[in-house]
């Protein structure tokens, strides 16, 4: 039975903690501790799970076995690395890091300590998206739209890496994690903050498939929907609520013409977060590849990367004709 951790218990890492503490109460885990740098929150968080705090997450050096590190990602890097490289198995929240040179010390420190690295592109456990994986082949055309209402959290990214990462991921996901990106057109702009609030990219594989996403944290209604075609389909998927249908033409039995059919799936309802940990914490038990491994992570990064830049070649030409 592996003993857990959360390193940082703010908005998302306090149901990192929630969900340790579920998984510790029905006696699949031991939850030892939280950490967060503020002392009052980490302490009421604790009081709330039942478990220990602590202000230092070298603390748990040597005392717990798994942790889940939601901290800023500033703070990934050097935090992970040095739990990996001690044999601590680490899910890390998206994206992996600030930058690939970081992602690529993580993944070197993970190798190194023979411990289990896992990013946490939740969209992957989303009950709708594990209900059409086993019905994807050959995907041709994407139209992505992710649209969150404007808070305060996550304001030390850009949205490309708070919110279209999850869509960059699961693309490459389903078109084919080796398929190069072929041609990428992006363009984001601030409207609330002085980073990138609202972006749309672009992408061309090498497979022939085009996506188009769009991701804005300025939205008045939250929206998580993917279409997408692929042959004699047209597939929908809700994210928000766990809807996922495949729509293709039928033959008609009263005429000549066929008529369309449309099959929604069947979804289970499962958290998504509390089924990214339950993965995580078997691939550290079993020491077996994370469904979302470091080397996932700095790949979705990598394109996150790739369409920022984008973003900042079409602003200087931009203003350059103003």
Same mark, same amino acid.
């Given at each position: 039975?592996?003993?857990?951790?959360?390193?940082?218990?703010?908005? *998302?890492?306090?149901?990192?903690?929630?969900?340790?503490?579920? @998984?510790?109460?029905?006696?699949?885990?031991?939850?030892?501790?939280?950490?967060?740098?503020?002392? $009052?929150?980490?302490?009421?968080?604790?009081?709330?799970?039942?478990?220990?705090?602590?202000? $230092?997450?070298?603390?748990?050096?040597?005392?717990?076995?798994?942790?889940?590190? +939601?901290?800023?990602?500033?703070?990934?890097? !050097?935090?992970?690395? +040095?739990?990996?490289? /001690?044999?601590?198995?680490?899910?890390?929240?998206?994206?992996?890091?600030?930058?690939?040179?970081?992602? $690529?010390?993580?993944?070197?420190? +993970?190798?190194?300590?023979?411990?289990?690295?896992?990013?946490?592109? +939740?969209?992957?456990?989303?009950?709708?998206? @594990?209900? @059409?994986?086993?019905?994807?082949?050959?995907?041709?055309?994407?139209?992505?739209?992710?649209?969150?209402?404007?808070?305060?959290?996550?304001?030390?990214?850009?949205?490309?890496?708070?919110?279209?990462?999850?869509?960059?991921?699961?693309?490459?996901?389903?078109?084919?994690?080796?398929?190069?990106?072929?041609?990428?057109?992006?363009?984001?702009?601030?409207?609330?903050?002085?980073?990138?609030?609202?972006?749309?990219?672009?992408?061309?594989? !090498?497979?022939?498939?085009?996506?188009?996403?769009?991701?804005?944290?300025?939205?008045?209604?939250?929206? =998580?929907?993917?279409?997408?075609?692929?042959?004699?389909?047209?597939?929908?998927? $809700?994210?928000?609520?766990?809807?996922?249908?495949?729509? /293709? @033409?039928?033959?008609?039995?009263?005429?000549?013409?066929?008529?369309? /059919?449309?099959?929604?799936?069947?979804?289970?309802?499962?958290?998504?977060?509390?089924?990214?940990?339950?993965?995580?914490?078997?691939?550290?038990?079993?020491?077996? =590849?994370?469904?979302?491994?470091?080397?996932?992570? =700095?790949?979705?990064?990598?394109?996150?990367?790739?369409?920022?830049?984008?973003?900042?070649?079409?602003?200087?030409? *931009?203003?350059?004709?103003?």
């Amino acid at each position: 039975m592996l003993s857990t951790a959360v390193i940082g218990v703010g908005h *998302l890492g306090s149901q990192h903690a929630r969900i340790h503490a579920e @998984l510790a109460v029905e006696g699949r885990s031991q939850f030892k501790s939280v950490c967060d740098i503020d002392a $009052d929150r980490a302490g009421k968080v604790a009081a709330e799970r039942s478990t220990d705090s602590t202000t $230092d997450w070298r603390d748990l050096i040597g005392k717990v076995d798994a942790v889940s590190l +939601a901290v800023p990602t500033e703070s990934h890097c !050097a935090i992970a690395c +040095a739990l990996l490289e /001690n044999g601590i198995h680490v899910l890390v929240e998206k994206p992996i890091s600030r930058t690939l040179d970081e992602a $690529d010390l993580m993944i070197a420190a +993970a190798e190194k300590g023979g411990a289990i690295l896992q990013v946490g592109h +939740a969209e992957r456990f989303n009950p709708a998206m @594990l209900a @059409l994986r086993p019905h994807v082949r050959n995907p041709v055309y994407f139209e992505i739209h992710r649209v969150g209402q404007f808070t305060t959290r996550s304001l030390d990214i850009d949205v490309v890496l708070d919110l279209m990462i999850h869509d960059l991921d699961i693309v490459q996901w389903l078109v084919g994690e080796d398929v190069e990106v072929t041609s990428l057109h992006a363009v984001g702009i601030p409207i609330l903050t002085n980073r990138v609030d609202a972006a749309n990219a672009r992408l061309e594989f !090498a497979t022939g498939a085009v996506a188009n996403i769009t991701a804005s944290r300025v939205g008045t209604e939250k929206i =998580r929907k993917m279409r997408f075609f692929q042959p004699r389909d047209y597939i929908v998927v $809700d994210y928000s609520t766990n809807h996922a249908s495949i729509s /293709n @033409l039928a033959p008609s039995t009263v005429s000549p013409w066929p008529g369309v /059919n449309t099959r929604v799936l069947e979804v289970k309802d499962v958290e998504p977060l509390r089924a990214e940990i339950e993965s995580f914490l078997q691939a550290a038990a079993e020491r077996s =590849r994370p469904v979302v491994s470091g080397e996932d992570g =700095r790949r979705a990064l990598a394109l996150a990367l790739r369409t920022l830049e984008q973003i900042h070649e079409h602003t200087v030409r *931009l203003s350059d004709k103003l």
